[in-house]
């Protein structure tokens, strides 16, 4: 089955607390993107990536970091977690980063930050 | 059926009614669109997509309207059913740069 997978799905850490959510997909597609989602503010980008090793910010990428070491894999580093990165996230793929390519989301990820 | 002129973050419609979902979008340079369905404790979920060359495109009980001129993207939903019942977005993108989202609509469909 075609699908984007998160994990975990809850999450729950304290400040300045590094943690990861992994992010992968089976359909060997090229354009895979990290959004945010939070009440009132609708679904914001925060990191994508075309291709393998190829990266690039968003519309809110302060206090992220990713990867793209592998082609289905793009996990979502917070160094230092705070507060505010409490939020509802969600990874998406799509066969290619031009117009015309339907993305992909995963089931999305709930961090709560003390 | 039940629509809006302008963006509003709720509709509530009767089931079998026509549903009309408007949403503005900023970037005149934007030219791909596409709206997504969101149901509690989902990811978003494609539901119809149209270039900006194009003004209509229908799919399943689905049609997509376009107008460029006033920047205006509309879903409209025929023979709205309870399992209609969501959040939808409007999305934009230039070129394959960064998707952007609109607010989002809530649809409440009753039996």
């Known amino acids: 089955e075609a699908q984007v997978t998160q994990n975990p799905r809850y999450l729950i850490t304290v400040t300045g607390k590094k943690l990861t959510v992994t992010c992968s997909q089976n359909?060997?597609?090229?354009?895979m993107s990290w959004y945010r989602q939070d009440p009132g503010l609708g679904l914001r980008q925060i990191y994508y990536?075309?291709?393998?090793?190829?990266?690039d910010k968003g519309d809110v990428p302060e206090g992220y970091k990713v990867s793209r070491k592998e082609k289905r894999n793009f996990p979502l580093i917070l160094e230092s977690p705070s507060p505010n990165q409490t939020s509802l996230y969600f990874c998406?793929?799509?066969?290619?980063?031009?117009?015309?390519?339907?993305?992909?989301f995963g089931p999305g990820t709930r961090l709560t930050v003390t | 059926g039940e629509s809006v002129g302008l963006h509003l973050p709720t509709l509530s419609v009767q089931e079998g009614d026509n549903s009309i979902i408007n949403c503005a979008y900023s970037?005149?340079?934007?030219?791909?669109f596409i709206w997504y369905k969101q149901e509690s404790g989902k990811g978003p979920q494609f539901i119809i997509d149209?270039?900006?060359?194009?003004d209509k495109r229908q799919g399943q009980r689905v049609t997509v309207l376009l107008n460029k001129t006033v920047k205006h993207l509309s879903l409209q939903i025929a023979a709205t059913q309870p399992g209609d019942s969501a959040v939808y977005f409007c999305?934009?993108?230039?070129?394959?740069?960064?998707?952007?989202f609109g607010k989002g609509t809530t649809l409440s469909v009753s039996s």
């Open positions: 998406a793929s799509s066969l290619s980063s031009g117009s015309g390519y339907e993305q992909y």
């Open positions: 359909m060997n597609h090229e354009y």
């Open positions: 990536s075309m291709n393998v090793e190829v990266t």
């Open positions: 970037n005149s340079a934007s030219d791909y």
């Open positions: 149209i270039r900006s060359n194009m």
């Open positions: 999305a934009e993108t230039q070129a394959g740069t960064a998707l952007i």
